[in-house]
């Protein structure tokens, strides 16, 4: 099974708090992607005990076979879903941080003084009166307030969960979706599968795609902005036949409140493409940077 690419971080380097933050971010998605890979290598161990699995042929399984994979792979989901409920946590903790505080306005100029008043004369006697306070000076004008500085105020996810597959051509099909994320702000989600930022800003998007064709071909997956494919946003891989293959793709956009944002698939051939039989079989994740 592919890996992610990892960028190469040398021990010395400078980063803002939300650069940081979306290393964060990026480390949950690559944590995940782990993950769908370890719950996609049990699934194939079942279906080699039972002689299911394309391909590959395995002897006849004993009730004792049976009992003993179903064990292994009961253990094994038991601490993926500990895993899970770590990062949901890493997750929550993550998007409460606050990103970044404006500078503090200047202070407005200082009001000139008022003139002093009149000496009150000098007498032989009593003494002169004293003289009027000269009047106060006005007030300077209040210097500009600094830019206030927020958190991230729009993020969500759109997942898809249903096991299925989807029927490929040379013309860009939208990936269906059908599970948003738990914790989202200021998104729209749209079945099949279309998330609506509300505000309009600079964002970070991110793509993970994971399934199989029966056959050898080349299959590209984009991002579709208002339904139009983005070349910046793209990948196209050589798919052997029946061999898991991972989309990883992210980039940052400039959008406006309303766009519409999807994952479009295509391949060289007309054939099937089979989504992961467990955990995401592909998710497009949106965040607000400024």
Excluded: C
Excluded at 25 to 49: R, W
Excluded at 93 to 111: Q, R
Excluded at 200 to 227: E, H, K, P, R
């Amino acid at each position: 099974m592919s890996q992610a690419n990892i960028p190469n971080i040398t021990p010395t380097i400078t980063i803002t708090r939300d650069d940081a933050v979306n290393l964060l971010l990026s480390s949950i998605a690559l944590e995940e992607l782990g993950m769908s890979h370890i719950i996609n290598a049990e699934g194939e161990k079942i279906q080699y005990v039972l002689g299911t699995l394309p391909g590959v042929s395995s002897p006849p399984a004993t009730i004792s076979d049976l009992l003993a994979i179903n064990a292994s792979v009961r253990d094994t989901l038991r601490e993926l879903t500990k895993k899970e409920w770590l990062l949901q946590s890493k997750l929550e903790s993550v998007l409460e941080t606050p990103i970044s505080n404006g500078p503090i306005g200047a202070t407005g100029v200082t009001g000139a003084t008022g003139p002093s008043g009149p000496t009150g004369p000098t007498g032989a006697g009593a003494t002169g009166a004293t003289g009027d306070a000269g009047a106060t000076g006005a007030t300077g004008a209040t210097g500009v307030t600094g830019a206030t500085g927020g958190i991230v105020s729009v993020f969500g996810s759109y997942l898809q969960t249903n096991t299925g597959s989807i029927a490929l051509t040379a013309t860009p099909l939208q990936v269906p979706l059908d599970q948003p994320s738990n914790v989202s702000a200021n998104v729209t989600f749209t079945a099949p599968g279309t998330i609506t930022v509300n505000e309009s800003g600079t964002y970070f998007i991110s793509i993970l795609v994971l399934g199989n064709t029966l056959q050898g071909t080349t299959v590209t997956v984009n991002l579709a902005i208002n339904g139009t494919g983005q070349t910046s946003m793209a990948q196209t891989l050589q798919f052997l036949p029946d061999t898991s293959t991972t989309f990883a793709i992210n980039n940052y956009f400039t959008l406006i409140a309303g766009d519409d944002l999807s994952i479009q698939i295509s391949a060289t051939d007309d054939l099937d493409f089979f989504f992961a039989i467990f955990g995401t079989g592909a998710v497009i994740n949106v965040q607000r940077v400024v």
